[in-house]
């Protein structure tokens, strides 16, 4: 089963996230600015006069396309790199993936989503997967 990962982080915990991610050998993802708000629904911002509301916040989206065996190890890693305990640190969502067709090869699914020296390489899982 492959899955995806939407994670909304914090502009600056991109490289902690990106970092963290490569460290557990998660090698393929895709990154872009996004804007958004969550509960509480913006943030107020002092300026020269007086304060004023920005709702909509700049945030990054991480998605990652990766088989189910190495999802909560993948999940785990992006809480620890993208926490700061503060309002704003985001959301992870998961969603079931269809299928995935790398172009050049034709390869399909979890074979599309491997890399040389990635998670199921280093834990030995690459030749059963
Ligand atoms: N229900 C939602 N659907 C889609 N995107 C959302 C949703 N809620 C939040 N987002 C996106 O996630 C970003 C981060 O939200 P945020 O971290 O403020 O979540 P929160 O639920 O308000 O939690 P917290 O209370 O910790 O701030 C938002 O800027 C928005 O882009
Ligand atoms: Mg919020």
């Known amino acids: ?23 557990i050998g998660i090698l393929g993802l895709s990154m872009f600015e996004i804007r958004g708000h969550g509960r509480q629904g913006g943030i107020t911002l002092a300026g020269r006069s007086g304060t004023y509301q920005v709702d909509m916040l700049t945030k ?23 926490y700061t305990g503060e309002t704003g640190d985001g959301l992870i969502f998961v969603y079931p993936v269809e299928e995935v067709i790398r172009i050049r090869t034709r390869e399909r699914g979890h074979e599309a989503v491997m890399y040389p020296g990635d998670i199921d390489e280093r834990k030995g899982l690459a030749a059963k997967a």
């Open 1 to 23: 089963m492959l899955k995806k990962i939407e994670a909304i982080i914090r502009e600056d915990k991109v490289n902690d996230v990106k970092e963290a991610l490569k460290e």
């Open 60 to 82: 990054i989206q991480v998605n990652i396309i990766l088989s189910e065996h190495n999802l909560e190890e993948t999940i785990e890693a992006i809480l620890r790199s993208a």
